[in-house]
């Protein structure tokens, strides 16, 4: 190795010393002397590399021997460094870069939540400034209690959706995700346009049910009249009225149930403060089906008597829905089962049938509107296409999740899933 042959080189050195001092009679002088040039050499090589050192930008010193290896060393690792430095700066340049031209709204947050970076139209969202707001907290400089409690919970599972009423009036979603070391991403997107044309979508459809409710209202009344004494209508008459009376009160569940639906909509923002007794909720819809379905059993298993804080009216409409679903998709010998009870800390209503079941394909969509798994056996029940469409929206205006499991051939499970932080008191009602 390289340093072998210096360490040689100065032995030799101090042997010749050595050997020089011997002829004149002063062998240790010799030694000595040959010792403290070297040791003088060395110092004008350290002082040389302290030099080049700290001007990291020039060239290396010329320097000779072992101080050589070691400058050309160094510099070696210099140049790998500032490669390595570049290539990553171009690499931040360049992300950078495309999150500036992004339009959604971009802020580099650090670990200690204070602003790293924001593009200019996260500065048009949020008011911020950048660079001046570096280094502020975020949730200082954005002033909404919704999002400091949506930043101090760490939960980014689900986007968050804010209102600013200021002077532009935005509708902002707002997304975060972490990376490295703690350090977080914050998207913001403008969705004032896309929550203006739910709202118009959702006031149509309140606004055409009022309207059809009337008319529909004046044809089911002179239907009815001709049904309450069908002799005066001639006999092949007779079905097709009534048949026009069966979709017309069909009709009548139909713009009910939207117009139920629009409500929940307009009420799922609002808080809810009322403390639901569910046993007592599930005690009535027993007592109200054995009038309207004596020959079905209805079995309650309450296994807890956890409140929820909610909307009475809401949570009965979801039940019953799942209810009467169970009802109309089992044979009229099984029994449906309604569930209450705790479980890993969430309270959960389940309502359970045996009958046709379903195939997972049409799971994900079961709550959308007017779809329909078969459509000959959904007319024939006289179903809305509704009803689970009311269920998910009374579960998201409540907290909670709703959670579908079935078997086709083997019955079906509707579960309403509500959390500890939204839905279920810890309190026993007594």
């Keep these: 190795m390289y340093w072998l042959s210096a360490a040689a080189r100065i032995l030799l050195l101090v042997a010749c010393g050595a050997g020089l001092g011997w002829y004149f009679g002063f062998p240790i002088l010799g030694a000595a002397i040959v010792l403290v040039a070297v040791l003088l050499f060395w110092s004008c090589q350290m002082w040389r590399l302290q030099q080049w050192l700290q001007e990291p930008g020039q060239p290396p010193a010329d320097i000779h021997g072992t101080w050589g290896e070691i400058v050309a060393r160094i510099y070696k690792h210099q140049r790998d460094a500032a490669d390595n430095q570049q290539r990553l700066q171009s690499t931040v340049d360049y992300l950078l870069e495309s999150f500036a031209s992004m339009r959604d709204g971009v802020v580099i947050v650090e670990r200690g939540g204070g602003i790293r970076w924001c593009n200019e139209e996260a500065a048009r969202l949020l008011g911020l400034r950048f660079p001046e707001d570096t280094g502020q907290a975020i949730t200082n400089l954005v002033r909404h209690p919704d999002f400091s409690e949506y930043v101090r919970e760490g939960n980014y599972t689900e986007p968050l959706y804010i209102y600013f009423d200021g002077d532009l009036k935005l509708h902002l979603q707002i997304i975060i995700t972490q990376f490295g070391d703690g350090d977080s991403l914050l998207f913001a997107?403008?969705?004032?346009?896309?929550?203006?044309?739910?709202?118009?979508?959702?006031?149509?459809?309140?606004?055409?049910?009022?309207?059809?409710?009337?008319?529909?209202?004046?044809?089911?009344?002179?239907?009815?009249?001709?049904?309450?004494?069908?002799?005066?209508?001639?006999?092949?008459?007779?079905?097709?009225?009534?048949?026009?009376?069966?979709?017309?009160?069909?009709?009548?569940?139909?713009?009910?149930?939207?117009?139920?639906?629009?409500?929940?909509?307009?009420?799922?923002?609002?808080?809810?403060?009322?403390?639901?007794?569910m046993m007592l909720l599930l005690e009535e819809l027993r007592q109200e089906?054995?009038?309207?379905?004596?020959?079905?059993?209805?079995?309650?298993?309450?296994?807890?008597?956890?409140?929820?804080?909610?909307?009475?009216?809401?949570?009965?409409?979801?039940?019953?829905?799942?209810?009467?679903?169970?009802?109309?998709?089992?044979?009229?010998?099984?029994?449906?089962?309604?569930?209450?009870?705790?479980?890993?800390?969430?309270?959960?209503?389940?309502?359970?049938?045996?009958?046709?079941?379903?195939?997972?394909?049409?799971?994900?969509?079961?709550?959308?509107?007017?779809?329909?798994?078969?459509?000959?056996?959904?007319?024939?029940?006289?179903?809305?296409?509704?009803?689970?469409?009311?269920?998910?929206?009374?579960?998201a205006s409540h907290g909670a999740v709703l959670q579908i499991e079935s078997t086709p051939g083997a019955g079906s499970c509707f579960s309403l899933v509500f959390p500890d932080t939204t839905g279920c008191n810890c309190c026993t009602q007594d």
Aim: one cysteine or more; a neutral charge.
């Design 289 to 395: 089906l054995s009038n309207t379905h004596p020959d079905r059993k209805l079995v309650l298993d309450a296994q807890c008597r956890q409140s929820v804080t909610g909307d009475y009216r809401q949570l009965h409409s979801a039940v019953s829905n799942l209810v009467l679903n169970a009802i109309k998709y089992s044979a009229v010998d099984s029994p449906v089962t309604v569930s209450w009870r705790q479980q890993e800390g969430k309270c959960l209503l389940s309502v359970s049938d045996l009958g046709i079941g379903i195939e997972a394909m049409h799971i994900p969509r079961l709550t959308e509107r007017f779809y329909r798994v078969d459509d000959s056996r959904n007319s024939a029940t006289g179903g809305t296409g509704l009803g689970l469409a009311i269920v998910k929206h009374v579960a």
């Design 189 to 277: 997107r403008d969705v004032t346009e896309r929550v203006k044309l739910e709202q118009m979508r959702r006031d149509f459809v309140g606004n055409v049910s009022h309207e059809l409710r009337t008319p529909l209202t004046v044809i089911t009344g002179y239907l009815g009249t001709f049904l309450s004494d069908t002799r005066h209508l001639p006999e092949n008459y007779v079905k097709p009225v009534k048949q026009m009376m069966q979709q017309a009160q069909r009709m009548e569940s139909m713009l009910k149930d939207l117009l139920w639906l629009s409500r929940i909509e307009s009420e799922e923002q609002h808080g809810k403060h009322e403390s639901v007794d």
